[in-house]
RNA sequence: UCCCCAGUAGCUCAGUUGGCAGAGCAAGUGGCUGUUAACCACUGGGUCCGCGGUUCGAGUCCGUGCUGGGGAGCCA
């Protein structure tokens, strides 16, 4: 089954030599004078590759006439320049074999737009789509970007692990993982037997890297990870998944501002990357989902981010004219309107918003000076709000003691993280990126579970 | 989980005051054409989301459940 792939052959513009193509047929436009145009597709490129069959092919009556939408084929044939407008070059085949039929009563697929609702119900077939076939290849190139990025900055890719015994990550509600019967759940004391449980312990899917990554950090230097994460939130909305991919470098020797200078050169590097290796999807995206999508990443590249603190940004939200839902106030968590208008309105870029109030940020982050604040930091971007949330971790032994408690947790939980304060501790920060909502800020996507390839939400987990 | 909106043909949707179920696209048939989401004509296609209620009569009104969408919270 040797084949050539029609990005190859549609980036080469050589004509003349004979090839294979294999694909799946989009579209058929018939001419009764003698031939039929096959458009196929393969999932290399947007593109499809226009296949000329001409009437003297011999199963030309009898199954090329039926292709439709769907059909998977193999065309072999010499590429040409194409006469016609729409493409510059085109196969003219002297032998189609169908691989597959699709009948067209009942495939879903049609050549015309489908909604995204119908399309999440077809799972299975909906990446052979223009959107979701560019969606699948932005992802791709994204992920390599990623590597990338931080391998040429010599950053260990860590993989931290799925299945954690912490229950207190803060980070939210977790997934139980169990081998326990459920309907016969073993009790001690009116409570489940962990004892006879797998791990003889409770065990849960991830929330985070972080904590792991902390680890490795501060033993090779930088440090990152990038997979899957869990939250059995009951969250309902565009922005958020059950499942979903995060990338969270970890950095000793490094403090809060360095960690902000990282998390702006990443994006920065990520965004000119798509826009140099996707040009032909981003165009696709640019021209049918969000017409600023390519001008909005061409001014992220080159434009500053604004940097200021939570507090000049609590200042300008409440001298601002903006009538609030929420009003503003020092010490209170942002509200996704608030954090809208500074970046839409007010800077009309992405911004950094530094040293939050430690009551509304996690027990892990290093305490400032000023005793009220830490050193957190969020990079918002337009329309999809928290893309980055990152911190310098606090490295003092007794502070972090002290913060644990705080927050009402157990130290003896947290022993193994206590103990990097205490042997050889040094200054390190990191931060977490929300790989899908990296991908739906790109891509113009208004819904994260059009930019997964198997969205998990409350309810749904089918494919 | 809360607030708002929606659910009608394979898909996208219209459906007036409560009075015979509609269009475009798709599909089937025929025609035409180096075509570009091709085009033209004809044909077939319905559990009006489920359950209960009001009414002579419900796609339409009321209650309830389910599913989906938008927003909020939680957060990435």
């Known amino acids: 089954m040797k084949r050539i792939r029609i990005a190859q052959i549609l980036s080469s513009k050589d004509t003349g030599s004979h090839v294979t193509v294999m694909g799946w047929v989009r579209t058929r436009r018939d001419s009764k004078g003698g031939f039929s145009f096959i458009e196929v597709n393969d999932g290399s490129c947007l593109s499809s590759l226009q296949v000329i069959a001409d009437d003297k092919l011999p199963n030309y009556k009898d199954e090329i006439l039926r292709l439709q939408t769907g059909c998977s084929v193999k065309a072999s044939g010499i590429i040409a320049a194409s006469p016609g407008k729409g493409q510059k070059v085109e196969l003219q085949a002297d032998e189609i074999e169908v691989l597959g039929w699709a009948d067209p009563a009942v495939y879903p697929l049609q050549k015309k737009r489908h909604s995204f609702e119908f399309l999440r119900t077809i799972a299975h077939l909906r990446p052979r789509t223009n959107t979701f076939g560019a969606v699948a290849r932005v992802r791709n190139a994204m992920s390599n970007a990623i590597h990338t990025f931080f391998q040429e900055r010599g950053f260990i890719y860590l993989h931290t692990p799925i299945i954690t015994g912490s229950d207190c990550e803060g980070a939210g509600e977790m997934f139980k993982v169990t081998t326990l019967d459920l309907d016969q759940v073993p009790k ?245 990126l929300g790989f899908e909502r990296l991908i739906q800020f790109i891509t113009g996507l208004g819904n994260i579970r059009d930019v997964i390839p198997f969205p998990r939400t409350p309810g749904n987990v089918s494919f």
């Not at 565009?238 to 970890?250: G, Y």
């Not at 400032?368 to 050193?375: A, I, L, P, S």
Request: charged letters at 30%; proline letters at 4%.
């Open 188 to 432: 001690k004391n009116g409570h489940a037997d962990f004892d006879r449980d797998f791990f003889n312990e409770p065990a849960n899917l991830t929330v985070s890297g972080q904590l792991e990554a902390e680890i490795y950090a501060l033993a090779m230097g930088d440090v990152y990870t990038f997979g899957p994460t869990f939250r059995a939130e009951d969250s309902n909305t565009s922005r958020h998944l059950a499942e979903f991919w995060m990338v969270e470098p970890e950095m000793a020797f490094c403090d809060l501002d360095g960690d902000v200078a990282l998390a702006i050169e990443f994006l920065k590097y990520i965004f000119a990357y798509v826009l140099k290796n996707c040009e032909e999807d981003m165009k696709f995206f640019n021209r049918f989902i969000d017409s600023s999508a390519i001008e909005t990443l061409e001014n992220l590249v080159s434009q500053d981010f604004e940097i200021l603190t939570y507090t000049e940004g609590v200042d300008i939200l409440s001298k601002a004219k903006e009538k609030f839902e929420f009003p503003v106030n020092w010490g209170m968590d942002l509200q996704s309107e608030h954090e809208r208008y500074l970046c839409e309105k007010v800077f009309k870029k992405p911004i950094v918003l530094m040293d939050y109030p430690k009551e509304i940020k996690a027990f892990y982050m290093k305490v400032n000076e000023d005793k009220k604040t830490v050193r957190a930091m969020d990079v918002l971007v337009p329309k999809i709000g928290e893309i980055i949330g990152g911190s310098q971790r606090e490295d003092n032994y007794d502070v972090l003691v002290e913060r644990i408690k705080e927050m009402d947790l157990n130290p003896d939980d947290y022993w193994w993280y206590l103990e990097l304060r205490k042997f050889g501790s040094v200054p390190h920060a990191g931060f977490g």
